[in-house]
């Protein structure tokens, strides 16, 4: 996981999408602004990072307090992480965020949904139709 470069991982999710998909929904994600202020870690801009990965906010913040193994609080814009967590942690779990809940398991595209399948949630890819279960 952490050998995964942020950049590298968008930029491979954009090759493997066909050229007009890509084209129309260009894909990027802003870098994390992390402040660390005293003995928290600020997330400037978690709400440009939530919009651009068009998931819900509170599901992004859920996972990133369960992986960073702290609690926080949530406001409009940016998120406060209670101690002093190192920029590079908070980028590796959003790009673990991405592997797990946005790209494609066969393509790789990043333009996918969450659909219900009974009580099965499942990651549907809007460029090839591919489904694959996902634990929300
Ligand atoms: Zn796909």
């Known amino acids: 996981m952490a050998d995964y ?13 066909p050229k007009d998909i890509s084209e129309r929904s ?3 994600m802003p870098e994390p602004d992390v402040l660390i202020e005293g003995s928290q870690t600020i997330l400037r801009n978690f709400s440009d990072i939530v919009s651009a990965m068009d998931r819900d906010a509170n599901h992004v913040y859920q996972f990133l307090l369960n992986e960073l193994g702290t609690s926080g609080t949530r ?4 998120v406060m992480f ?26 790789r595209a990043p333009d996918t949904r969450f659909i219900k399948e009974g009580r099965t949630s499942l990651l549907k890819c809007q460029a090839c139709g591919a489904t694959r279960p996902v634990k929300l």
């Open 5 to 17: 470069d942020y950049d590298e991982l968008l930029d491979r999710a954009r090759e493997r999408i």
């Open 26 to 28: 260009r894909w990027t």
């Open 75 to 78: 406001e409009q814009v940016r």
């Open 82 to 107: 209670k101690g002093r967590v190192p920029p590079i942690r908070i980028k590796e779990k959003l790009v673990a965020y991405v592997k797990s809940f946005i790209l494609c398991g066969q393509c």
